[in-house]
Antibody, heavy 119, light 109 residues
Framework: QLQLQESGPGLVKPSETLSLICTVS??????????WGWIRQPPGKGLEWIGS???????RYNPSLKSRVTISVDTSKKQFSLKLNSVTAADTAVYYC???????????WGQGILVTVSS | EIVLTQSPGTLSLSPGERATLSCRAS???????LAWYQQKPGQAPRLLIY???SRATGIPDRFSGSGSGTDFTLTISRLEPEDFAVYHC??????????FGGGTKVEIK
């Protein structure tokens, strides 16, 4: 069964770069037809899609975050990563990594990792 | 960008009652590419409905989705104790973006 696991620092200082990695197990990251992405949820609020990437490197980003986001994939390590620069307190959230069928519904989720932006 | 508005924000009901949740889009959702997710505290969301009305694998038939264009509804015919949770709608017809609604919390009355 496919499993996704987020890892990275739980505390980031304002103006710095938030970096997270998602490790895929129990399945292939190189399957066609799937996108690997990041979704976040500020405490007590709704979900926000950040962006997604295919195993070939085709990336799509939320227009509201595009200028600050980079998502990349490393098929040899079965990992994909998120970098969000110039963070502020508004970027404090639980960050989920996820697999979608195409750019559609989210079929698999990681457990989520809380990242707090604070000095 | 399509904006999804969910209502009500909170729904207070008793087990056994019927729940009706609304998701309204700011413009028509292409091909009714609208999904619903359930999220329990401390957990990731779980896909319930896709394509506005198709149940995902393993989802009980007390959950049903309907609607088209800009107005969509998730109905839980008879609430079970495990159904009290937050429900999110999501559209995936407007490339390149995926967008979510703000969520509806179904709480025990």
């Amino acid at each position: 069964q496919l499993q996704l696991q987020e890892s990275g620092p739980g505390l980031v200082k304002p103006s710095e770069t938030l970096s997270l990695i998602c490790t895929v197990s129990g399945g292939s990251i190189s399957s066609s037809g799937f996108y690997w992405g990041w979704i976040r949820q500020p405490p007590g609020k709704g979900l926000e899609w950040i962006g997604s990437i295919s195993y070939t490197g085709d990336s799509r980003y939320n227009p509201s975050l595009k200028s600050r986001v980079t998502i990349s994939v490393d098929t040899s390590k079965k990992q994909f990563s998120l970098k969000l620069n110039s963070v502020t307190a508004a970027d404090t959230a639980v960050y989920y990594c996820a697999r979608t069928i195409g750019m559609a519904t989210v079929r698999n989720w990681g457990q989520g990792i809380l990242v707090t932006v604070s000095s | 960008e399509i904006v999804l508005t969910q209502s009500p924000g909170t729904l207070s009901l008793s087990p056994g009652e019927r729940a009706t949740l609304s998701c309204r889009a700011s413009q028509s959702v292409t091909s009714n590419y609208l999904a619903w997710y359930q999220q329990k505290p401390g957990q990731a969301p779980r896909l319930l409905i896709y394509g506005a009305s198709s149940r995902a694998t393993g989802i009980p038939d007390r959950f049903s989705g309907s609607g088209s264009g800009t107005d969509f509804t998730l109905t839980i015919s008879r609430l079970e104790p495990e159904d009290f949770a937050v429900y999110h709608c999501q559209q995936y017809g407007s490339s390149p973006s995926l967008t979510f609604g703000g969520g509806t919390k179904v709480e025990i009355k």
